[in-house]
């Protein structure tokens, strides 16, 4: 079976410092990724989204960047963290078409980062 | 670029007692797929129900249901005898079945769900 794993599970970090999470998926190949962000009392809004290794695709311009340094692998990076950083980020993914796990997507279980 | 709406921030319902959960979607595609995703407290995510709009029939998965209004672009979440443990935030979301390479999820801003024992 397909399961996600995503950390750190909790973060706290300063304004100015880097961050780097990190998502992987176990038992699919070739998975499209996906990196949301949920601030508080909002809905989930969509970063970036890679359909392979080297492939990602920026939604919101802004102090993040993401990279698939390998087909399972998804890391969300910042070089210096902002206050408006602060939030829930939750990686997901979902099997390319005509395999279990397609055209659904599947949540880790979230890292809570906190910039102070 | 589709979007998707959710009008109820907050809804209760009394425990045993049936809820609905209201969503829109704005689209100019014909191939879709629809989801509910609930978020309990502990904020994991979890699938509740799928529907495909290519399909007629409204799904179901035990207490849940939806009523899918292709034509009004609606796509409601009912809860038949509300459990405790249906307390969550519930978000709706789209989804292009399109072969152009659109795999973006969208999402609502949420509804969270408040069940009265």
């Known amino acids: 079976s397909q399961t996600i794993h995503q950390w750190p599970a909790t973060l706290v970090q300063p304004v100015g410092s880097p961050l780097s999470l990190e998502c992987t998926v176990e038992g699919t190949s070739n998975p499209n990724l996906y990196w949301y962000r949920q601030a508080a009392g909002r809905g989930l809004q969509l970063l970036f989204y890679?359909?392979?290794?080297?492939?990602i695709s920026s939604e919101v311009p802004q102090n993040l960047s993401a990279s698939r340094p390998q087909d399972r692998q998804f890391i969300l990076s910042s070089k210096k963290l902002l206050l408006s950083d602060s939030g829930f980020y939750l990686c997901?993914?979902?099997?390319?078409?005509?395999?279990?796990?397609?055209?659904?997507?599947?949540f880790g279980a979230g890292s809570r980062l906190t910039v102070l | 670029a589709q979007t998707v709406t959710q009008s109820q921030p907050e809804m209760s319902v009394q425990e045993a007692e049936t809820v609905t959960l209201s969503c829109t979607y704005d689209?100019?595609?014909?191939?879709?797929?629809l989801f509910w995703y609930k978020q309990p407290p502990s904020r994991q995510m979890i699938l509740v129900i799928r529907?495909?709009?290519?399909?007629?029939q409204n799904a179901t998965e035990n207490r849940f249901s939806v009523n899918f209004q292709k034509a009004a672009k609606s796509f409601s979440l009912k809860i038949s005898d509300s459990q405790l443990g249906d307390a969550a935030m519930y978000f709706c979301?789209?989804?292009?079945?399109?072969?152009?390479?659109?795999?973006?999820?969208?999402f609502g801003t949420g509804t969270r769900l408040k069940v009265l024992a």
């Open positions: 997901a993914w979902s099997a390319t078409a005509g395999v279990p796990g397609a055209n659904v997507l599947t």
């Open positions: 979301a789209y989804r292009s079945a399109g072969t152009s390479g659109t795999y973006k999820y969208i």
């Open positions: 529907q495909e709009a290519y399909k007629q």
């Open positions: 890679s359909v392979g290794i080297g492939q």
């Open positions: 689209t100019s595609e014909s191939d879709y797929y």
